[in-house]
């Protein structure tokens, strides 16, 4: 109570639109403290209902003991260019490192715009590296989605797991996620 009536008292607060107009108004950031502190305590309340329920929220509708939860992926990196060449290598990298820690290459689907190894700026063409001394991460990097078939339509349909709603061309293989809820998915 001391913080509410604290935080949404009435202060001053100075007009800077003009440096003649120096006047004091009654009210401002009072009431800017007030929402805050009022969204901050419906948080908390929001926050303490999901933990309360949390235990009943998740509970599973079989008896049947649940399958080992397998680690599944989706990797996107959704720009193109030489210019946004991280974002590319970051999506190669998190693949490899995926796959060194025995994620299965069918549980990972990529999206990657793939014009980076062979741009006339790579300095190694055909390759693709995310610091100076770094392997090679181009090789063995699987590429599911490329070019203009990198598109949130495709994201979202792989996401869903939606064979239907993805694209089937050379530059797109049709695959998605293929998670169940026992699952754990990096996105």
């Not at 009022?38 to 933990?51: G, H, K, R, T």
């Not at 793939?114 to 990097?141: C, K």
């Not at 495709?154 to 169940?180: C, M």
Request: glycine letters at 6%; proline letters at 6%; charged letters at 20%.
């Amino acid at each position: 109570e001391a913080l509410v009536s604290f935080a949404c008292r009435p202060s001053p607060v100075y007009n800077t639109m003009s440096a003649s107009n120096s006047t004091k108004k009654p009210w401002g950031a009072g009431l800017r403290g007030c929402f805050f502190v009022v969204a901050v305590l419906v948080s908390v309340l929001a926050a303490s209902w999901v933990v309360h329920l949390r235990p009943r929220l998740f509970v599973l509708t079989s008896d049947e003991p649940s399958p080992a939860p397998e680690i599944h992926a989706v990797l996107i990196a959704g720009s193109n260019g030489w210019g946004n060449y991280r974002h590319q290598a970051d999506v190669a990298h998190a693949y490899h490192v995926l796959r060194d820690h025995g994620v299965p290459e069918e549980n990972i689907v990529t999206l990657v715009y793939d014009d980076i190894a062979n741009n006339t700026w790579n300095p190694r063409p055909g390759t693709i590296i995310n610091h100076p001394l770094g392997r090679d991460l181009y090789a063995g990097l699987r590429k599911d989605y490329t070019h203009e078939e990198v598109n949130t339509s495709n994201f979202l349909a792989v996401l869903l797991g939606d064979e239907s709603a993805v694209s089937k061309n050379e530059h797109a293989s049709g695959r998605v996620l293929r998670a169940t809820r026992h699952d754990r998915v990096f996105v």
